[in-house]
DNA sequence: GCAAGATCGTGAATCGTTTCAAGCTGCGCT
DNA sequence: AGCGCAGCTTGAAACGATTCACGATCTTGC
């Protein structure tokens, strides 16, 4: 069977085409009457607009596609469910694309999106060059950069580097003075402002660069976390504070080193940073730095609104908003 | 600026729109002359195809949507991204979308796919009629259902039942008779299945119905996991194996057993179910029924991809997978 | 009784692609 | 020379919606 088009529902109607897109459209420009006919020949047709075609006549669809690295790190999931409730709220929808950690992808995915005719682009950039992203504009997209302050696109960023800062700090005041940090790939940027953050609050209190030993994951889950702990429980002598890039890398760390036999967090504290869900029920609740999450995702979608709203010549904003410190039990 | 079209191309490259139209899709057309200078031009002017347009002719894009329960389980992801893969490798693109465990979200995601002329859609169903199914075959939409098996559509599921009673009697054969099972809620129909599985598996070994007892949530998290332990705890006497319904309930209920002070899995043996990554890396690495992941996520695009492949009269077939015991050291 | 609005409805043009019947060339063959 | 054929290319007709200039009908006030 063939799908129903606008067409059947004005035959079934016995009115125009152009009556129908109206009583879809601007409800108030047709009579009662008519309306309530067509809807009702929409209803029992069981007619679905064609949002392709829609799309192609007013040249953008009503779709703000979300570009994430990963789909298993449950604090970009968060931000993105953020933005997508925003979307909805403003009759737009939502397409998900994920990097997957390489470029590549990330490539395909912007591609798709264009593609997709899609109005606006949120997306937390892997290694996005400033071309690409004029190359977007200049096609007509909305370009909203998260977690990385781009100065042609708008963008709304966590400050990482006071996160960082955050985290070593609390670590200090509770008296550390041997710390460790274990952190990502740091060619990822928001991942080396955590750890510059840190670092340098470790430095301004006084510690050397020996007190402070970082190690680079490649990845930043818990097997990597895992795979900290023992690098780490080979230092001697020990570090007493760990600053982690990430929960699941602070979650992995501390399983493991519970499992050593180390108590966390009498004999090694440990901070982490996102807040994720299960920071709170970690075998040692996880003291962390929380990003904003729903901030976030919300003020990246109002931002691209924004721009998409506005045809031609917006402003380009920066925000940043701040990290907040969790205190419980592992630091 | 407005997009370049095809005819764009055609004016610079000095053909017919046709004949771009060619290179781009049956390239063995068109001379080896002509199809190098339209590339040229094409590469020249930074075209990229409006698949909107593309999907308006040709009735169907080549997307497929994937509806999940939820973004924040790996496990679900994990199918996802499987299934994408397998879509990619088809020339095949993923709409992703979540019901987020709403009845009434999981609609509007349909009728976001179905306006989205997607030609197919692989769906985690909370609640879907088979009016709603009979209702996207009518539309000419390809269904495949994960997880549930439906007999009027193609369906591809693990053996929930299998699987629960592969729990159950992992802890029954390590001599085990006081059991628990923490569910997640018992309308959902995987989790009755895994329920019932482990359930009867208990009764077949002889235990009572007093031996057994369950503890159903209303969510599948960690924190759960947690409120289910200390509910558990409050028993007397106390199980000494635990079979929870998924991971993250058991990730929970571990955490705040070791916490109390319980030794896992001397005191208390637990399995858990979907062996997601974070299982290996628990305090305690967890036993677990392991989800043919992959497989699941590939079968259901084949299956989803054969049905559109195939116009009319096509077989539903109903694909059953096997879970598999992974033992690590909390059982 | 009539001009001027106001209110509704119409239908053709349009968006960017694919598809396909038909046209054009040049070549080999008789 | 004429024919048939293969290989390329063309251009117009779709796809299903929106838009908009224009008609048709109805009010209203004088």
Not at 71 to 83: D, K, L, S, Y
Request: glycine letters at 8%; charged letters at 25%.
């Amino acid at each position: 069977m063939t799908r129903i088009s606008i067409r059947d529902v004005a035959i079934h109607a016995g009115v125009s085409v152009g009556t129908v897109s109206n009583v879809l459209n601007r409800p108030n420009l047709v009579a009662e009457a008519t309306r309530e006919r067509v809807q009702a020949s929409i209803g029992e047709l069981g007619f679905v607009r064609n949002e392709t075609a829609r799309q192609l006549r007013q040249g953008r669809g009503h779709v703000l596609g979300v570009v994430l690295p990963s789909m298993t790190n449950p604090h970009f999931t968060e931000v993105g469910r953020a933005a997508e409730a925003a979307m909805n709220a403003d009759g737009f929808d939502a397409l998900w694309c994920t990097s997957d950690g390489s470029r590549e992808k990330e490539q395909r995915c912007l591609d798709f999106l264009e593609e997709q005719n899609v109005s606006g682009v949120l997306i937390s950039p892997l290694d996005l060059g400033e071309e690409r992203v004029a190359e977007l504009h200049g096609r007509g997209l909305a370009v909203v950069l998260l977690d990385r302050i781009g100065v042609r696109a708008c963008s709304v960023a966590a400050d990482h580097r006071a996160g960082g800062a955050l985290a070593a700090r609390h670590l200090l005041t509770r008296r550390h003075r041997r710390l460790a940090i274990v952190t990502g790939p740091l060619s990822a940027r928001p991942v080396r402002e955590r750890h510059h953050g840190a670092a340098r609050a470790a430095l301004d209190a006084g510690l050397s660069r020996h007190d402070v030993t970082t190690f680079e994951q490649a990845e930043m889950t818990a097997a990597a976390g895992q795979a900290a702990a023992v690098r780490l429980l080979g230092l001697d002598p020990l570090p007493t504070g760990v600053f982690c890039g990430n929960d699941l890398l602070a979650i992995g760390l501390v399983n493991e080193l519970v499992r050593a036999g180390v108590k966390v967090p009498t004999e090694i504290s440990v901070v982490g940073y996102d807040d994720i869900d299960l920071a709170a029920t970690a075998v040692v609740p996880l003291t962390t730095v929380r990003q904003p999450r729903v901030d976030l995702g919300r003020t990246a979608t109002e931002l691209a609104l924004a721009e998409t709203g506005d045809p031609e010549h917006h402003d380009h904003r920066q925000v940043v908003l701040s990290p907040e410190l969790v205190v419980r039990e592992s630091a």
